[in-house]
């Protein structure tokens, strides 16, 4: 192939009075397939100059205007060719593409494995062009973050420089599709709401009737499903992934694949500036800031890390559920005038373009969202008033946390000294027909059985699946064991890894075990109940508790060390609020339901109660973990 092959572009067109021209490129990748592309430039055609290119690989159509490209709080959100044109201004050449088997690209769609060598494949061909200086910078949100992170993984040739915002796989198994085991049912959310937009579904008007009148909560009550018989049956392709996603529940060569597996590859990604962009109510927290401390610790190109409060990729909105954190919260208005303006600045940073500019000079390596210090009151739009500000630091977790042990007591309290007595439990019965419900958290593309962000634990309704009147608080349930602090004396400031170590006993060969960090607001004339808000949460499947490669059954009865880890969080518990533990063992239908017969959650079609201990005593003194300000002296 020539440097500049006009067999795989299309004649340039001139969008918004020719002030930007559209090329259709038709890229080959090594088995032959091509993907189409559109390549925005201030000029038109082969002759243009030779300029850094920003590519965006996405599966949800190289033309679709997306809610997650948001610039501005209350500005319509902007059209691909108005991103382009920002950057084109800016004397930069813009790609975006669609993913294989999505939009205009031929091949088959697989979601995530078959992302790893189209992204190499795509950035070599750019090289080669005579309009790219041979700087190619992957940029995008979520799904076009995962490609980013498959793209490096893959090694050579890769990106000068790579903006992931709410994406980017370090272990998939970990987080954004398993967590400590179980499976996050998101990715059927996410499935068929995609089966929706599909090739197969534009070209077949039945196939596209079929999907859209499909129950989506009749079916998540009717699980678990079988080939042929779950809400995507109808287009074979997205069932048949979808299933072998849910079967693999061990972490074997399946979750090893660079797709989805940036921690076994970090070698091979290139030495390049990297900005890692999330949010506290969004899947991939872990993934975020482990790119973000891995890269730095290895690389010598900076990395960036960036936490705000939002939900998936909502960066403009102040709110996140039931609960709003203040003007301060958006990331436009605050830490730049526009979305657009923070990546066209970095974008000059990270390829050395940003002379001249002193606002630019002084990046922190981590700018994250310390949410609360609100008044707790209602707003106008009927959420919450928690409040918070943007901080600064050269690390994370932040210089001034330090480790604190908060340990578990039969009397419902989190206590700063270990347990003294010789025996002490709680026990409860935990019943997989009647699960936990899912109220918010680190959840996106869950609607309609779920939706992400903070909500009031103590105040579930209609709203939240699976939850029945007369819609009592969680922590009533008996298999719900809710400990807390006694009310603050001062402000206690919690910014870091959240987890709890658990000595656990049930009568099943298996079980879960879920935990779920909350900030308890005192009752006001708003809230008289108070308001129960959720800050992150986790869950471990118990039969992994030595291996996650090779899972063995437990011995009813005996004791078990478990560490249940939840996403790291980032909030000040206001004086006279309390910092409250509850522990139960599901989160549905965040995550998938243990059936405690010890089969495989994917294909079992029997469940069965256990009985599930929480340890609490000298010999096991449960507790959970979390970073605070101050270390335990900030608890008095």
């Known amino acids: 192939m020539t440097s500049y092959d006009t067999s795989h572009a299309g004649r340039p067109e001139p969008l918004q009075g020719g002030a930007l021209w559209r090329r259709t490129l038709r890229i080959p990748m090594r088995d032959g397939i091509r993907f189409a592309a559109d390549l925005y430039s201030a000029s038109p055609g082969p002759a243009a100059p030779a300029l850094p290119v920003l590519l965006e690989r996405t599966p949800y159509g190289r033309r679709t205007r997306r809610g997650s490209d948001q610039d501005r709080g209350g500005a319509p959100v902007p059209r691909p060719e108005d991103i382009a044109r920002h950057f084109t201004e800016a004397r930069y050449h813009v790609v975006r593409q669609d993913c294989r088997g999505r939009g205009d690209s031929e091949g088959t769609f697989v979601k995530y494995l078959g992302e790893g060598p189209d992204g190499p494949d795509t950035i070599a061909w750019l090289k080669r062009q005579p309009w790219c200086d041979g700087r190619v910078v992957m940029t995008g949100v979520s799904y076009s973050a995962h490609v980013q992170a498959a793209a490096a993984a893959e090694g050579a040739p890769g990106p000068a420089a790579m903006f992931q915002d709410s994406g980017g796989f370090s272990s998939a198994y970990d987080a954004g599709m398993r967590m400590g085991g179980a499976f996050e049912l998101k990715q059927v959310t996410w499935a068929l709401r995609h089966a929706r937009h599909s090739p197969e579904a534009a070209t077949d008007p039945v196939l596209a009737e079929q999907l859209l009148r499909v129950d989506v909560t009749g079916w998540f009550g009717a699980m678990p499903w079988r080939p042929g018989c779950t809400p995507l049956r109808h287009l074979s392709a997205y069932e048949d992934y979808l299933l072998e996603q849910w079967r693999q529940d061990t972490f074997g060569d399946y979750y090893r694949n660079p797709a989805l597996y940036g921690r076994g590859f970090y070698e091979r990604f290139p030495d390049a500036p990297s900005m890692h962009l999330g949010s506290w109510y969004d899947p991939y927290v872990r993934s975020t800031i482990e790119n973000f401390t891995a890269l730095r610790e290895l690389k010598a190109a900076p990395s960036y890390l960036v936490m705000g409060p939002w939900t998936h990729g909502h960066r403009c909105e102040s709110y996140a559920g039931d609960v709003d954190f203040g003007p301060r919260a958006t990331l436009d208005g605050n830490l730049a005038p526009s979305y657009l303006e923070f990546r066209r600045r970095w974008f000059d940073r990270a390829l050395g373009r940003d002379e001249g500019h002193p606002e630019r000079a002084d990046l922190p390596a981590v700018q994250y969202f310390l949410m609360g210090g609100g008044d707790g009151r209602r707003d106008a739009a009927g959420r919450m008033r928690h409040g918070g500000a943007w901080h600064a630091d050269t690390q994370w977790p932040p210089a001034s946390t330090t480790p604190v042990a908060l340990y578990l007591t039969t009397d419902g309290t989190l206590a700063t000294t ?219």
């Not at 059954?553 to 790291?568: N, Q, S």
């Not at 006279?576 to 017969?597: A, C, E, K, M, Q």
């Not at 994917?602 to 096991?620: F, K, P, Q």
Request: hydrophobic share 35%; net charge negative.
């Open 418 to 636: 270990p347990p003294t007595a010789a025996a002490a439990s709680v026990t409860y019965d935990f019943d997989p027909r009647h699960p936990v419900p899912t109220m918010g958290g680190q959840v996106t593309s869950g609607e309609p059985v779920m939706t992400g962000g903070a909500y009031d634990q103590n105040a579930p309704d209609s709203r939240v699946y699976g939850a029945r009147e007369p819609y009592l608080p969680l922590d009533s349930r008996p298999d719900v064991i809710s400990l807390s602090t006694p009310p603050l004396e001062r402000d206690v400031v919690l910014a870091g890894p959240v987890s709890a170590r658990l000595h656990i006993s049930t009568s099943a060969p298996d079980t879960d075990f879920t935990i779920k960090l909350i900030d308890v607001h005192p009752p006001n004339a708003d809230y008289p109940h108070g308001f129960a808000m959720n800050l992150t949460d986790g869950i471990v499947r118990c039969r992994f508790h030595r291996s996650y490669e090779k899972p063995e059954p437990l011995i009813p009865g005996e004791v078990y060390e478990i560490e249940v880890t939840a996403p790291d969080t980032a909030n000040r518990f206001v004086a006279g609020h309390r910092i409250r533990l509850d522990i139960s063992s599901s989160n549905f239908p965040r995550f998938d339901v243990n059936t405690n017969t010890g089969e495989p959650e994917a294909t079992a079609r029997r469940t069965a109660i256990a009985v599930n201990t929480v340890h609490m005593d000298a010999e096991h003194p449960s507790h959970l973990r979390v970073w605070l300000e101050g270390g335990a002296s900030a608890l008095g």
